[in-house]
């Protein structure tokens, strides 16, 4: 049987524990991933929700940003929920002009998309590549995808129904290769089936690689 992978998570703030007790739950090693010496030695790595500009500073504080953007230029296959997302997009709407991007999806976000007044909400959505029906997902001062390029799958989109407004049909989950984002938390329901894809992935970039 194939060992069960290593997986990070980016410890430098936000709901690491939630991630690091899903990707277990989903057959993961979790570690986190604070250090040049730890990232190098994953095979698949969380961005975790949290603040976007505060992740940013840190990443750069620890030395972690040009390392980490190597490691997914090499084909590391990364998730990113919330915060996370907004991390991995090529550019940033309502960004702070200092924060960093890790490039790691052909994508633009708007940060904090769905507007003031509504900080949270949740709803069940159907995900791409998720089976037994819809994900429940929730949504904490989330960023949504305004533009997606030629290489980036669509996961999953706001349902167009009368309550969603200027949200309808934006889109909130993606895959580009083997780099995923949601703009939601699977974190925080107790169900793990989008680590689970992630996971699957993280096995298969193993297996690839023993094959060379
Ligand atoms: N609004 C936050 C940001 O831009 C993301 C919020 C979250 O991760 N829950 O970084």
Same mark, same amino acid.
């Given at each position: ?17 939630? @991630? ?19 990232? *190098? ?18 990443? *750069? !504080? ?9 490691? #997914? ?7 990113? !929920? ?13 960004? =702070?002009?200092?924060? @960093? ?8 976000? =708007? ?8 900080? !949270? ?18 949504? #904490? ?16 989109? #706001? ?11 934006? #889109? ?39 094959? =060379?």
């Amino acid at each position: 049987m194939q060992r069960r992978p290593e997986v990070g998570v980016l410890a430098v703030q936000g709901d690491v524990a939630e @991630h690091a007790a899903m990707l277990d739950r989903a057959g993961a090693r979790a570690r986190p991933v604070r250090r040049v010496a730890e990232l *190098a030695d994953v095979d698949g790595l969380v961005l975790p929700g949290g603040e976007s500009t505060t992740m940013s500073r840190l990443l *750069a !504080s620890f030395g972690l940003l040009d390392p980490l953007r190597e490691r #997914i230029r090499d084909g590391l296959p990364v998730y990113g !929920s919330c915060a996370g997302l907004v991390l991995l997009a090529r550019r940033v709407y309502d960004g =702070r002009p200092d924060q @960093h991007q890790l490039d790691g999806l052909d994508v633009v976000v =708007r940060r904090n998309a769905f507007g003031r007044q509504v900080d !949270s909400f949740e709803t069940d959505l159907e995900v791409r590549g998720v089976d037994d029906g819809p994900v429940h997902a929730v949504f #904490i001062r989330a960023p949504w995808v305004e533009k997606a390029g030629a290489d980036v799958e669509v996961l999953a989109r #706001i349902p167009d129904t009368a309550e969603a407004g200027a949200a309808a049909d934006r #889109i909130v989950a993606v895959r580009q290769g083997r780099v995923f984002a949601t703009a939601f938390h699977p974190e925080l329901t107790g169900d793990e089936r989008l680590h689970r894809l992630f996971v699957r992935n993280v096995r298969s970039r193993v297996r690839e690689l023993e094959e =060379r």
